[in-house]
């Protein structure tokens, strides 16, 4: 019927020209979406990581109030020589507030003294404490001491703030609290030095004594459990699945199983470990044991799979080179084909660390979620884990955990960083092309 | 002694037997012949008695410290006084784990109450006991293993198979642990789940649209009977999944394609360990950047819309909450990208270069080669790969808890704040609560809809994966 048309001579030369032009924008086009998928997601990794640095370098610094304080053993209501337990029992809080008394000889209403005391940081008063314990013969001379400023007079020095003109300046305080920090500030009593509390202490309420040490030794534990029990684990499994398993359906239900588990949600794990480990075998709640065991059935399943990739780079004429000689099979696989995956193997486990590291929802159901101020001593004391402590302290109101938040963070990544360049390095320095 | 001082002890003895064992082999070769004379290896005849040894002291040490617990709590009862006892389990457990604290915190001298004393002495007794004979037993058994295994160094016992069938039996059952995992998974959220359905119907859960779960302290409260219908949150979690494939899919897969098909050499080996940079990021630093960056972001973003509305006369309010389903939705899914990327790009690599020739040699561009021919083939991978990123995307945690609200709203406005499975979980499983409370029980519940949900999306997507290599290899 319409037949006759079609096969009417078209000249294919000049319809293919006349669509060129188009092809080709399509092409350029198509080439373009792709440089900008690229783009934007690097793009967004940038972001991130400035956003991030920009937001925790200031908690690497710590404003400081310079006091000289009396330690006349009088106004400590002490006797001459002090016994430890009534130098434990002397009031530090009130020879500090004294000390700010005798600086700023002009305040008087009490809501003006509130006000004064509040910009120093609580913890003022245990370090005279430690400073006066650890040295008695310190009482009747007069000690100089750098304490810590409360946290908003800390970020307001700390950002370079214009102290002259108080309404420039975003801050709770008000503006008899700026313009006493303007006169320590001019006098040279306020410094900004490193925050080595952020690395020595635990968490706090005050977020400038607020440190990260109990969450890192917390998550040093942790993986220290999940090493030891993934680790061998991991590589016996793999051995068995890649070396010994005969084809069959057991064989099939394991390797279906690892694969399934690789892609259970975490916090799945950590509704087992809540129901099995917690309320079953009544192990400690919060303890850096439990995390670990549940981290270490996590990490598995990413361990096994890339060993039983490990293993099987290892060409069979090894082995059977190996068998040919005499050896039994599980002397094949210790004496030849495992030393030989083993760099593949170790940066698989160190990949899988990596990600028990930084994961934080299953720990959460076993309740390592708790405000932890001692540093934990071993693994069985209540912890908390580093991406658990960002998480709690993303929570806090104040500004400056903001900063305390972004700070651990970074801490985080650079342990991420160093274990991933570390595998990174392991694969480049012993991989074997066969 | 402590549990971990044993056990160390435990392997020391049996690294010392090893030792033993094998100067022994050598001992027994010499009056048979030499080494030749033996069946094994004189190191096999060491990790013989070495097993021997600390095998079955490790095993006796562990289930005694599993039985351990509820044994000493039941030869307490007859000490705890009878008012406890008649007050019903509760109230036993509850004293039981206050002398337990006591005696863990070794404060027993300054027990006031005789009843508390005597009880505390009791399980002070127990333990200590307990822990003696641990230590007796183990020892003895080690001792009397490595003994036993001593008298078989002789010529003619078949060391090496004795232990490698150890060995593989070890290897057999650590493969197995993951049907073990798998199990308890299945067990822990299963039986929860079952108790939590005897107090709310499966309907009511599956079914109702109210989420609000409240359980009474008192019977006449207001609002005494908590609402478990979990509707609302399974929209808040197909909602952000669905934002966050929105962005993964394109991006995910254009970058995937672009690195596979276009890019160079150098820039594929920058490129592709950046965007693997962004998948090693911890979800909780994404749901930071969610919470106190783009969400506030987004926000201000729908203010000034609104202020540019308004001074065109449009009286219009796009009100972006906080804690908007759309933060979340789009760093969760940037979070996925790389894994998208990684996936897509394995499979778009699979497909034979000679499809490609033979699309080039008809004319076609790079482009046209890509999405007629390349995706088409490739495509079963890829949907494979996006399934693995939806159920990715529903089990995702951090980045909701932190970022997503808590109200279980049920709204399809991507500007409004929504709940996940996942944020309940976490929320009703943090608080203080009874454990047996419906409340807590709830969690087990949605955990086991999120466990089934995500098998059945990963079974599938595994499925469909492994065919499409099959078809290529």
Known sequence: ?434 | MSTTALILITVGLGLASFAYGRSQAYRVAKTNGGIRGLHSLPSHYGMMVALWCALPALAVIISWKLIEPSLISSMLNETVPQAIMEAGEKTVELYKNEINNLVDSQVISSIQDPAKLATAERLANLRNTSSLALVVIALVIAIMGAALALRKITPTTRARQIVETIVQVFLISCASLAILTTLGIVMSVMFESIRFFQQVSIVEFVTGTQWSPQTAIRADQVGSSGAFGAVPLFLGTLLISFIAMLVAVPFGLMSAIYLAEYASRPVRNVCKPLLEILAGIPTVVYGFFAALTVGPALRNMGDWIDQMLGNFGMEFQLSVSSESALAAGVVMGVMIIPFVSSLSDDVITAVPQAMRDGSYGLGATRSETVRKVVIPAALPGIVGGILLAVSRAIGETMIVVMAAGLAANMTANPLESVTTVTVQIVTLLTGDQEFDSAKTLAAFALGLMLFFVTLCLNVIALQVVRRYREQYE
Do not use: C
């Open chain 1, 1 to 434: 019927m319409s037949q006759p048309e079609s096969r009417k001579p078209v000249d294919t030369t000049a319809r293919v020209k006349a669509s060129l032009n188009k092809r080709y924008a399509a092409e350029k086009r198509f080439r373009l979406y792709g440089i900008v998928a690229i783009g934007a997601s690097i793009g967004f990794l940038f972001l991130l990581l400035a956003s991030i640095v920009s937001k925790g370098l200031p908690a690497f610094t710590q404003t400081f109030v310079k006091l000289d304080v009396a330690l006349s053993t009088e106004s400590l209501g002490l006797p001459e020589t002090p016994s430890a337990q009534e130098l434990r029992a002397a009031n530090f809080s009130g020879l500090i507030k004294q000390t700010l008394r005798d600086r700023f000889p002009e305040v008087s209403s009490r809501g003006d003294k509130k006000a004064l005391y509040s910009l120093i940081s609580t913890g003022a008063e245990y370090e005279l404490y430690d400073r006066v314990a650890a040295k008695p013969e310190l009482l009747n001379s007069t000690l100089t001491l750098w304490v810590p400023a409360d946290d908003e007079l800390g970020s307001i020095i700390k950002s370079g703030a214009d102290l002259t003109n108080p309404d420039s300046i975003v801050t709770r305080m008000n503006d008899k609290q700026i313009g006493w920090a303007k006169e320590l500030q001019d006098a040279g009593d306020l410094d900004v030095r490193f925050n080595s509390t952020f690395f020595k202490n635990g968490d706090s309420r005050e977020p400038e004594l607020a440190g990260i040490r109990a969450a890192l030794m917390g998550s040093a534990f942790t993986l220290l459990i999940t090493f030891t029990l993934s680790f061998p684990i991991a590589v016996a499994a793999a051995i068995y699945l890649e070396e010994f398993a005969p084809q069959n359906r057991w064989t099939d239900i394991v390797e279906v199983n690892i694969n399934n588990l690789a892609a259970v949600p975490s916090i799945v794990f950590g509704l087992l470990g809540l129901a099995v480990f917690i309320n079953y075998f009544h192990m400690p709640r919060s303890a850096p044991v439990v995390g670990g065991i549940v981290l270490s059935l996590m990490t598995l399943p990413t361990i096994i799979i890339s060993s039983r990739a490990a293993l099987k780079a290892v060409p069979p004429s090894i082995r059977e080179a190996a068998r040919g000689l005499g050896a039994s099979p599980l002397q094949v696989v210790t004496h030849h084909v495992l030393p030989l995956a083993m760099p593949g193997i170790l940066t698989g486990t160190i990949i899988g660390l990596a990600q028990a590291l930084g994961e934080t929802a299953p720990l959460l159901m076993i309740g390592m979620v708790a405000f932890i101020v001692d540093i934990p001593q071993s693994v069985t004391d209540a912890a908390t884990v580093l991406p658990v402590q960002v998480f709690l302290w993303a929570d806090s109101p104040e500004r400056a955990f903001l900063e305390k938040t972004s700070a651990a963070i970074m801490v985080l990544l650079v342990f991420l960083i160093l274990m991933n360049a570390l595998a990174v390095m392991l694969r480049k320095r012993f991989e074997r092309r066969w």
